[in-house]
């Protein structure tokens, strides 16, 4: 009679008791080791869960605490540095250099705004030199009409209503 150990268990041993059981026994038996196995599947996997929780945090705690004493460790020997050194902390005066970039940003923009201005009022010393006489009327046109022929390319006397286009204006330059 051959016997099959298996982790040193008789399992022939069980076979042959199990076998002489009667059926509803039998039945019992495989429900119970069914059953009992199932909650070892159960239990290891929370226990690997829990396995892992645990590492998990306790990696985090340790990530924590080496923070933790990484600021510490810096806390204290910036405190000796400035204690040795004799030098003030530079936290009230770290503040308004923080403050002071974006005033240099703020005059920037202002300078961006004042910019589109220049070239119209260059525009407009430009237009006052230039003095043109109507070819109808013979009378002289105004600033405000000068300025609209330049702007529009198109501007009528202001005295017999006579069409002036921009042809008019290049004679009037050319002068
Ligand atoms: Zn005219």
């Known amino acids: 009679m051959s ?3 298996i982790f040193d268990i008789a399992w022939q041993e069980i076979i042959d008791w199990f076998l002489v059981q009667p059926i509803y026994a039998q039945v019992l038996v495989l429900i119970g080791v069914f059953a009992v196995l199932t909650l ?3 239990l290891v996997y929370y226990i ?3 396995v892992g929780y645990l590492v998990y945090y306790l990696l985090k705690g340790v990530y924590y605490l080496l923070k933790g ?3 510490l460790f810096y806390k204290i020997f910036e405190g000796l540095y400035y204690a040795i050194s004799g030098k003030p902390k530079p936290i009230k005066n770290a503040a308004p250099e923080q403050q002071a970039p974006p005033q ?3 005059i920037y923009q202002v300078k961006q705004e004042q910019e589109p201005i220049v070239p119209i009022q260059q525009s407009e010393q430009i237009v006052r030199p230039e003095v043109g006489f109507c070819s109808e009327c013979g009378n002289k046109f105004s600033d405000s009409m000068l300025h609209t022929l330049q702007e529009r390319g198109i501007a009528y006397c202001i005295h017999c209503g006579n069409k002036k286009t921009q042809e008019y204006q290049m004679s009037i ?3």
């Open 173 to 175: 330059e050319s002068q």
């Open 48 to 50: 690997l869960k829990g």
């Open 104 to 106: 240099p940003q703020i």
């Open 3 to 5: 016997e099959v150990y």
């Open 69 to 71: 004493l990484g600021l």
């Open 40 to 42: 070892a599947v159960i």
